[in-house]
């Protein structure tokens, strides 16, 4: 009998069959299952604890690619535990998307997560798993993101260089120059279902749920009835925001990000 963590998959799971059988050409399956897989999927995640006092922790089981790339290991239910831990039983934690992503971002060592190694063998790599997070995030904060991304009722233009927006910009520009981890800010206008928003579009390093929240605490008493969006500058509608406009705040170097 199937329990809570394999009914919550079905759907992801039914939309990765029918991925598969199309060989990775149907886009359609392939959008329903990430969609599936960031809101209603579970995962167990085998885990152990390693250290001793107050340095003990949980440590997540990893898998390794020909090239010795780690990734780590995600199952949609027991049983594909067990058939690949075979006369083991390992503990496991049951998590969502959004913290095994959290995780596998944070830790430079991971290259992504394998899901149902050795039977599925679906891998979600590290790029993938930030546009997708960067995705949640902006959905949180008010921008429906995929939505925006096809065209749909959301449209994007210059804003106003009025003393409501220089405020902001000013109380934006001082915290970013305190901020390390962020390169460079766009910010536009975004009009979508007759109401018009800021839409900022962040390029940084490292997570982002730390910075978005700074900036969106920093900006709340300058918004004047308004409300932001922000996004980073690696999600999939990142470029049609921007457009050909440029950026309000570059830091003075250049931060390499991971893979460029």
């Known amino acids: 009998m199937a329990d809570r963590v394999e009914r919550n998959n079905e759907a992801m799971m039914a939309a990765m069959h029918k991925l598969r059988a199309s060989q990775a050409t149907d886009k359609n399956a392939q959008a329903e299952m990430l969609s599936q897989m960031c809101t209603s999927a579970e995962f167990y995640v085998p885990v152990m604890m390693v250290g001793e006092g107050r340095?003990?922790?949980?440590?997540?089981?990893?898998?390794?690619?020909?090239?010795?790339?780690?990734?780590?290991?995600?199952?949609?239910?027991?049983?594909?535990?067990?058939?690949?831990?075979k006369d083991k039983k390992p503990e496991c934690a049951i998590m969502t998307f959004e913290q095994i992503a959290d995780r596998t971002i944070g830790d430079v060592r991971i290259n992504g997560f394998v899901v149902n190694p050795g039977v599925d063998d679906m891998i979600i790599g590290r790029q993938?798993?930030?546009?997708?997070?960067?995705?949640?995030?902006?959905?949180?904060?008010?921008?429906?993101?995929?939505?925006?991304?096809s065209g749909e009722d959301a449209s994007y233009y210059d804003i106003r260089r009025d003393a409501p927006t220089a405020e902001l910009l000013r109380a934006l520009d001082g915290y970013m120059r305190k901020d390390e981890n962020i390169a460079m800010a766009y910010i536009r206008m975004m009009r979508r279902n007759g109401q018009e928003s800021y839409c900022l579009v962040v390029r940084h390093v490292g997570p982002i749920d730390e910075t978005f929240e700074k900036i969106s605490n920093i900006a709340a008493p300058h918004l004047h009835g308004k409300s932001l969006a922000i996004l980073s500058a690696r999600s999939s509608i990142a470029e049609k925001v921007i457009g050909d406009t440029k950026p309000f705040y570059r830091k003075p170097f250049t931060i390499v990000e991971d893979g460029e």
């Not at 390794?64 to 067990?82: C, G, H, I, S, W």
């Not at 993938?128 to 960067?134: H, K, N, P, Q, V």
């Open 128 to 149: 993938m798993i930030m546009d997708l997070r960067a995705r949640i995030k902006g959905e949180e904060i008010g921008l429906q993101a995929q939505a925006a991304g």
């Open 55 to 85: 340095d003990r922790k949980p440590a997540f089981g990893i898998v390794m690619d020909k090239n010795k790339q780690a990734f780590y290991m995600l199952f949609t239910d027991r049983e594909k535990v067990e058939a690949f831990a």
